[in-house]
């Protein structure tokens, strides 16, 4: 695949990053109802989740797809066809190939290109990020709290949806406060979850703030970023030979100007 082919192919970078994200939380999620000890409920939450999640691929999926220069080119040898069978339930497995497209993508563009789309769109990238680590910690946070709260059978947070609610109305600060911890576990976990929103939505609010304020400097394109590998490398070792190119010729003549001056006492050596 071309250099062309791979600056069409990779979307917003912060996108690419966060949909990664997804399939290697969508992945472990697989594996993670798998845990001896884990109890029903708490496989709910983790069920309604990927319900979620496969709704953003699904949709992720058509985007690249009406996107795409070629529709048939993106199906059959960019492996669209994976990312529609990877929205199946029981073939999420597939979404492996997300993540290795988004990492060829990543290393192909180069480190400076990416540092470039990062600066450039950090509001854009900082939301991605934000809404990944939301939802990592409030799924994480529901099925804590499910755990440690059944040891109470007064527990009034018994259910997915109980401990769902009650997981985003704390990471967002706004705490009804009609569901709580009664456990001193489920109140450690409440605090961490406290904890963690203040940090989260704080970031987020400073990157916002800091966006609007300062002007956005247009990133430059991947053939003007800094050359990488044995392409680079050449190019550098060009450079450096033209410097000293003229760093040769401007000492000869500097030379033939002092022999001028000092006259035939001096015998030429040039």
């Keep these: 695949m ?7 192919e990779l979307k917003n970078l912060g996108y690419e990053v966060f949909i990664a994200l997804l ?6 999620d697989m594996f993670l109802v798998w845990l001896p000890g884990l109890g029903e409920a708490s496989k709910q939450v983790v069920v309604i989740f990927q319900t979620f ?15 795409a220069t070629s529709k048939s080119d993106y199906f059959i040898k960019k492996w669209g ?11 999420r497995i597939l979404r492996f190939f997300r993540i290795f497209r988004v990492y060829r993508l990543m290393r192909d563009i180069g480190p400076k290109a990416i540092k470039d789309q990062l ?33 109470n059978p007064d527990a009034n947070i018994q ?25 001193t576990w489920g109140r450690i976990v409440g605090v961490l979850l406290m904890t963690s929103g203040v940090a989260l939505f704080g970031v987020f609010t400073s990157f916002l703030a800091n966006t609007f304020l300062s002007p956005r400097e247009k ?14 490398r050449l ?3 060009r450079q450096l030979l033209e410097e000293q190119e003229k760093t040769t010729a401007t000492l000869k003549a500097q030379l033939i100007e002092l022999e001028d001056a000092l006259g035939s006492d001096v015998p030429a050596n040039r």
């Excluded at 071309?2 to 069409?8: H, I, M």
């Excluded at 600066?119 to 994480?140: E, K, M, P």
């Design 235 to 237: 190019q550098e070792l």
């Design 159 to 183: 259910t997915p949806s109980d401990a769902i609610w009650w997981s985003y109305v704390t990471i967002t600060t706004v705490g009804y406060g009609d569901r709580f911890p009664t456990t």
């Design 23 to 28: 399939s290697i939380m969508s992945i472990l």
């Design 53 to 67: 999640v496969t709704v953003i691929f699904v949709i992720d999926f058509i985007y690249r797809l009406t996107s």
């Design 2 to 8: 071309n250099d062309t082919s791979d600056k069409k």
């Design 81 to 91: 066809w994976a990312d529609l069978l990877a929205c199946v339930p029981f073939l």
């Design 119 to 151: 600066l450039y769109d950090r509001a854009g990238s900082i939301l991605y990020l934000t809404i990944f680590f939301g939802l990592l910690i409030i799924q994480t946070a529901s099925i804590f709290v499910l755990n440690v709260e059944a040891a």
């Design 219 to 232: 990133p430059k394109e991947a053939d003007e970023a800094a050359p990488s590998g044995v392409a680079g």
